[in-house]
C-alpha cells in the first residue's frame, strides 16, 4: 500500500488566503470565513482519523 502524506486542499489554502486579504466589511467576508471554518474543520477530522 501506498501511503502519501496528507496536504491542505487547495480550496482551503485559497480560503484562508482570501479571508486575509480582504477588508471585514467586504459583503462576502462572513461567508468566505464560514466556508473557511467549515474546510478547516474537515480538514483537521482528517488528519484526526491518520
Known amino acids: 500500500m501506498i501511503i502519501k502524506p ?3 486542499p487547495l ?3 485559497k480560503l ?3 479571508e486575509r486579504r ?3 466589511h467586504h ?3 462572513s461567508d ?3 466556508d473557511a471554518a ?3 474543520a474537515g480538514y483537521k477530522g482528517e488528519q ?3
Open 38 to 40: 467549515r474546510w478547516t
Open 6 to 8: 496528507r496536504t491542505m
Open 48 to 50: 484526526s482519523i491518520d
Open 22 to 24: 480582504l477588508p471585514a
Open 32 to 34: 468566505i470565513k464560514r
Open 16 to 18: 484562508k488566503v482570501l
Open 27 to 29: 459583503p462576502a467576508f
Open 11 to 13: 480550496i482551503l489554502q
